[in-house]
């Protein structure tokens, strides 16, 4: 497989006014993630899911790349990109959280704040804890989180009928709905120019927050 070079643009990634913010992740639904995301946490000692931090940096990195393999297999593209660094992501706008089992992080949930937008941007899971829940965890962290900071939708764009992409997020609350915003119509616009649709579908989705007052 040809591998895109590090200074190729990675579908998915958004520019804006000269800072590189991740928009919807190279071809990562993403928001994509790994099949874990069809089963909940049971059964096993529940992860400790917590804000990353600089020392997290390669860990994500890692996770991301290994987590692509799985959309890599099945879309067959002819090219594709390694993820972005891990410090890039944790020093980006929004927010980053870890699942970390044994103090070994093993998936993050990457959340932009942007333009008042709340977009989650990013869920990978290590294919070796896939089918434990952890893909659920942090979506679920991840909302409940952007509540607490004020938000009331968060949004993401992903793959239509990827078995871990849209019908995934139906289940955590997430409904498709049509771009509405000036920054929501952008990643459209970076995903026709960077031919995400041959890959299939891709559509938004967005879920109703509860207010920060609501969550306990």
């Known amino acids: 497989m040809q591998w895109m070079p590090r200074d190729t643009p990675r579908p998915g990634i958004h520019h804006r006014r000269g800072r590189k913010i991740t928009s919807t992740g190279w071809l ?10 069809a089963y909940l946490y049971v059964g096993q000692v529940p992860p400790r899911i917590r804000f990353a931090t600089t020392a997290d940096a390669t860990s994500i990195e890692r996770t991301e790349n290994d987590a692509d393999r799985l959309l890599i297999d099945r879309l067959e593209p002819d090219a594709w ?17 870890v699942a970390e089992i044994d ?5 993050f949930v990457h959340v932009l704040e942007i333009d008042d937008a709340c977009h989650l941007e990013q869920l990978s899971v290590s294919p ?6 952890l893909g659920r965890a942090l979506t679920e962290a991840a909302k409940r989180h952007a509540g607490e900071r004020g938000h009331s939708r968060i949004t993401l764009r992903t793959f239509a009928d990827v078995p871990w992409n849209a019908p995934f997020y139906a289940t955590v609350g997430f ?12 990643l459209v616009e970076v995903e026709a120019r960077l031919g995400l649709d041959r890959y299939g579908r891709r559509v938004q989705m967005g879920a109703t927050l509860r207010p920060a007052s609501a969550v306990h």
């Open 103 to 107: 103090e070994d992080v093993v998936g």
């Open 28 to 37: 990562r639904g993403l928001p994509t993630m790994t099949p874990d995301a």
């Open 128 to 133: 070796a804890f896939a089918q434990r829940g």
């Open 175 to 186: 409904a498709e709905e049509e771009p509405s915003t000036a920054f929501h119509r952008s």
């Open 81 to 97: 990109s390694p993820a972005p660094p891990g410090a890039e992501r944790i020093t980006d706008l929004g927010f980053v959280l």
